[in-house]
């Protein structure tokens, strides 16, 4: 596999590492209740695989698809659904899973949308905060690591759909034009 512009920002270890950590926090915190995880396609499946496996928790998972409109490093701000929950969330308590927190943009939308079927709770792990962009106030309750203002991928982030199967999380550094 080709990877001369990707450089690797958190390893594999270390990953896994922090999501143990974060596991023990959740679990500690909803001790004794059942959580419904809501994995934020596509990005977070890579995560939710790996989180769900350190929960001790009675846990069911849905997935909602969203995607942000326009592909490249730079999202435009507007989000679409391409696939809906499969089970009703209301009353339940709701732990949000996502690869990463950008503008916030997402995280906004899925507030208003999620919000709308009344969970009885509702919070939000994200394995990477990127806080430097942030154009909207929202923040995570859980957050793996804050990082620079960075394209990243791998773990679960893309980049027109590629290095989603790489273990470490990467910055992706443009490519240079050819002299
Ligand atoms: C990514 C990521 C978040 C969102 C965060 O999704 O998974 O959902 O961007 O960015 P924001 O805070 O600026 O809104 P993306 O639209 O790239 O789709 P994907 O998960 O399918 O890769």
């Known amino acids: 596999m080709q990877r001369d512009n ?10 896994h590492e922090r999501i143990r950590e974060l596991a023990a926090q ?21 995560f939710l695989a790996d989180l769900i496996r350190s929960l001790d928790l009675e846990v069911s998972v849905s997935f909602l698809g ?7 490093t730079k999202p435009s701000g507007e989000v679409k659904i391409t696939l809906d929950l499969d089970d009703s969330i209301e009353g339940k308590d ?3 899973v996502e690869d990463i927190l950008d503008t916030g943009e997402t995280f906004r939308y899925l507030q ?10 509702l919070r939000s792990v994200v394995l990477l905060d990127k806080p430097a ?7 995570a309750d859980y957050v793996g690591f804050t990082i620079p203002d960075a394209f990243v991928v ?11 199967n790489l ?7 443009p490519e240079q034009p050819k002299a």
């Open 112 to 121: 208003g949308v999620l919000g709308a079927h009344q969970p009885r709770t």
């Open 26 to 46: 959740i679990s500690n915190d909803y001790r004794g209740r059942h959580v419904c995880l809501v994995g934020i396609l596509k990005g977070s499946w890579v």
């Open 154 to 164: 791998g773990y679960g982030l893309d980049f027109a759909q590629k290095y989603r």
């Open 66 to 72: 969203v995607a942000s409109y326009g592909k490249g």
């Open 6 to 15: 990707l450089e690797v920002l958190i390893g594999a270890d270390r990953i």
């Open 167 to 173: 273990p470490d999380v990467c910055v992706l550094h």
């Open 133 to 139: 962009r942030r154009t909207q106030p929202v923040h």
């Open 94 to 96: 709701v732990l949000v």
